[in-house]
């Protein structure tokens, strides 16, 4: 659209668009970042983007101010990856990926003024940002700063004192459960939902029998490991789907008899001996991370109620981030479950079954492999947009009561607070944070 300007006064132009797109293909830089355009767009499998194959690419057309994208195969959700920055304009000049993090040029109401890695970023207005040609964001306060890195309980400290500065302070962090209620009662949270789901992973290579799988899913301790993370009920809620509440296409079930986030040890110890295992002989062995306290209380938990279920179970301790992610990816571990989740990108089904349930999904820590189930991913995904939603709930609910590959332990959402003057602060139900654009100061 006219109008637009960078936070230098320059135009944004159409062929920063395009170059802007075209940064996205470059895995080496961005490893961590969706890769969409290398799965969906023309020749997204050969062109790794500017800096490895050079600007010319087939699969973007510019006529004009119109700019038009070629794909591969058919992408329902490209309005969802079109909205993310990846997608957005970048000039050629100055956009170095070692470099242009630290300060990225800004089109919206606020640029950068300074940033600290890890540490702070303050945001203050930006003088060529023109609202006419941005309807969809508001910049209400002068400037934004942020620091990062701050523990749940100082930070509720902070906003309980009402000082003039803490007035004008909100998080990003829910409220702690032992402050809930007293931040509640101030009406000073910001209540949401997420499209997250947590889960536990046996390996599916390794534990066979569903009724083994089963057994855990009878015996974890749901409520107990749900106030180790927080607020049960608020910011930790019980589940039984995949998909969680509020999803599109999300089924009410429950693929265990029993109710959601009940733990029912002696139905597991039934189960397991129907299996054909004795108390103690089959062995469970459990990533986690011995420098996180939480981690530690939650698998001693987790550990207390499955031995009482008659299995044996063995934690695996790492010391260091890289080591656990490292053992958490390798499909040879000598660990047999893994605790962990899913958060998608957006609200589509798309953006979860494949990835965590297809046989070569990026995120199958499962390593849940059934042809029916690939061949069902398959036929959804190339159904019309309005079919899907339908399709993908149906699908979760196959998986969950057919193969029982995962055992959900629940569902998060965020309750954060904040200040006595900060008005218009909501939660965005997809990325669990504040929604910026109406948040302003009150007199």
């Not at 997250?196 to 599916?204: A, K, R, W």
């Not at 569903?210 to 301790?221: D, E, M």
């Amino acid at each position: 659209s006219d109008g637009v300007r960078y936070e230098n006064g320059e135009k944004v132009t159409v062929d920063d668009v395009a170059y802007g797109i075209k940064r996205s293909f470059y895995r080496r830089a961005f490893p961590n970042g969706p890769a969409y355009s290398n799965e969906c767009f023309l020749d997204g499998d050969r062109y790794r983007g500017p800096y490895a194959s050079g600007t010319s690419y087939p699969g973007i057309v510019i006529e004009g101010n119109t700019l038009t994208l070629k794909m591969a195969k058919p992408f329902q959700d490209m309005p969802y990856w079109a909205a993310w920055p990846a997608i957005g304009p970048i000039p050629e000049r100055g956009s170095d990926p070692a470099t242009y993090g630290r300060h990225p040029l800004a089109t919206g109401p606020y640029r950068f003024a300074d940033y600290t890695p890890g540490k702070s970023l303050t945001l203050v207005r930006n003088e060529y940002w023109d609202p006419d040609t941005d309807p969809g964001r508001h910049g209400y306060p002068d400037r934004y700063e942020f620091t990062f890195d701050i523990p749940v309980g100082r930070i509720d400290a902070t906003i309980l004192g009402d000082s003039a500065q803490a007035a004008t302070t909100l998080s990003m962090t829910s409220v702690s459960a032992d402050d809930y209620r007293r931040v509640a009662e101030l009406n000073q949270l910001a209540f949401g939902s997420s499209p997250c789901t947590f889960f536990l992973s046996p390996d599916y290579r390794k534990i066979t029998d569903v009724r083994v799988r089963q057994a855990i899913g009878y015996a974890l301790p749901y409520r107990d490991v749900a106030r180790l993370y927080g607020t049960l009920g608020v910011t930790v809620f019980p589940g039984t789907s995949i998909l969680p509440p509020g999803f599109p296409g999300r089924q009410d079930y429950n693929p265990l008899e029993t109710n959601p986030g009940r733990t029912d040890v002696g139905m597991a110890r039934a189960l397991l001996q129907e299996a054909g295992w004795s108390p103690g002989e089959f062995d469970l062995s459990f990533l986690y991370m011995k420098s996180d306290p939480v981690a530690t209380e939650v698998i001693a938990e987790v550990a207390e109620n499955l031995e009482a279920a008659g299995f044996n179970v063995t934690p695996f301790p790492t010391t260091s981030d890289e080591d656990f992610s490292e053992a958490y990816t390798d499909p040879n571990a000598p660990v047999n479950a893994r605790l962990g989740g899913w958060c998608p990108d957006w609200a589509s089904g798309s953006d979860w079954f494949p990835p965590v349930f297809q046989s070569d999904g990026e995120g199958n820590f499962a390593f849940f492999a059934e042809p029916e189930i690939d061949a069902e991913i398959e036929r959804i995904l190339g159904l019309p947009v309005e079919q899907q939603t339908t399709a993908w709930g149906a699908l979760d609910r196959l998986i969950m009561t057919e193969y029982y590959p995962v055992i959900v332990t629940g569902h998060p959402g965020v309750a954060m607070p904040h200040g006595s003057r900060i008005g218009g602060m909501n939660a965005d139900d997809v990325w669990h944070i504040p929604t910026w654009k109406d948040i302003h100061i009150i007199p």
